[in-house]
């Protein structure tokens, strides 16, 4: 069989990586704004799964963009952190999360001829099927809800990447991360607000009224949560109803009421009320009479949902 052509992309050292791979297979994205190509690659006794990142995708998204403007991180020059966020989401988790082979960031080695060599994921293949809105069940909502839950009793003081966990940093760098607390967050989230409203025109009082908001925000501590939440991003697997959560790449420290606020986009009246069943076993029930407004405006210029039409986005139904 012929070398995959994502060889092309890996430095000599990386492609040793695949010396053992007999076959390989490119995936069609899973959505339209993937930054990733994807892979199944056949090795002698298992099959595993290949994130191949793009720069210029990554460079060209919205969602991206934002999250490198609010939490400082690029994803394409921090893959070879993402050890940290598998090990740590394997352990908090309930959901089944793939092992992790090998993570690379992209290098601007330049090869011959020019060109950057890409970063990459390369992890453990999982068999199942595809998780869609109108399939759900409500056990796999409670599913979902637990994890959630799990997650959200984990904090600490200092938002960013997930793979920026304060215990694991010396001490000049944990200076750094702890100036990065609530005052901090507040300050970036306006900064945020106002710099990504270039390309999506939200009218100027929805912005102000979004951006006087923050400083009304009730944030104490900084939670794991999944700032590209949707229901494509897990798998059911064991030919029945157990879920994998299959892509950790938008894991962050933020407070935990932004990703409850991308929760209310996701759930129907029924799904609501069975992920709340679980969750407040954990949490209170969520108030976002505060946060609503604030995070929505922010969900909405990343693009999360594809959504483009901002008043009815911001007129979804309300769930917490």
Not at 13 to 22: D, S, V, W, Y
């Amino acid at each position: 069989m012929s070398t995959p052509s994502f060889f092309q992309m890996l430095s000599t050292e990386h492609r040793l990586l695949f010396a053992g791979c007999r076959w390989a297979k490119k995936l069609p994205p899973h959505f339209e704004d993937s930054t990733h190509d994807l892979w199944v690659c056949q090795f002698e006794s298992e099959k595993r799964f290949l994130k191949l990142c793009s720069t210029s995708r990554c460079a060209s998204s919205d969602f991206w963009q934002v999250v490198h403007h609010l939490f400082g991180f690029e994803l394409a020059l921090s893959l070879s952190e993402y050890d940290e966020v598998y090990q740590k989401v394997a352990l908090w988790s309930p959901l089944r999360i793939p092992k992790l082979f090998h993570s690379v960031s992209c290098c601007n080695l330049v090869k011959k001829g020019g060109g950057i060599f890409s970063g990459f994921l390369l992890t453990e293949y999982l068999e199942g099927q595809d998780v869609t809105s109108n399939q759900l069940t409500l056990k796999q909502v409670k599913q979902v809800a637990e994890h959630v839950a799990l997650l959200h009793q984990c904090t600490q003081g200092c938002f960013g990447a997930l793979f920026e966990s304060v215990e694991n940093f010396p001490p000049l760098l944990n200076q750094e991360m702890a100036s990065r607390d609530v005052t901090a967050w507040k300050t970036r989230l306006k900064q945020t607000l106002v710099a990504c409203n270039s390309h999506h025109k939200i009218p100027h009082e929805v912005m102000a009224h979004a951006v006087q908001s923050v400083n009304d925000l009730n944030v104490g501590r900084f939670h794991p949560i999944m700032l590209d939440l949707r229901w494509d991003q897990f798998l059911q697997i064991g030919g029945g109803e157990n879920l994998a959560l299959l892509d950790l790449d938008a894991m962050v420290w933020a407070p935990k009421e932004l990703e409850l606020v991308m929760l209310e986009y996701l759930l129907s009246p029924e799904q609501a009320e069975a992920f709340l069943s679980v969750y407040t076993q954990y949490h209170s029930r969520p108030d976002l009479t505060l946060e609503r407004v604030v995070y929505r405006v922010l969900l909405f210029e990343m693009n999360v949902l594809g959504e483009r039409d901002f008043n009815r986005w911001m007129a979804h139904p309300v769930c917490f």
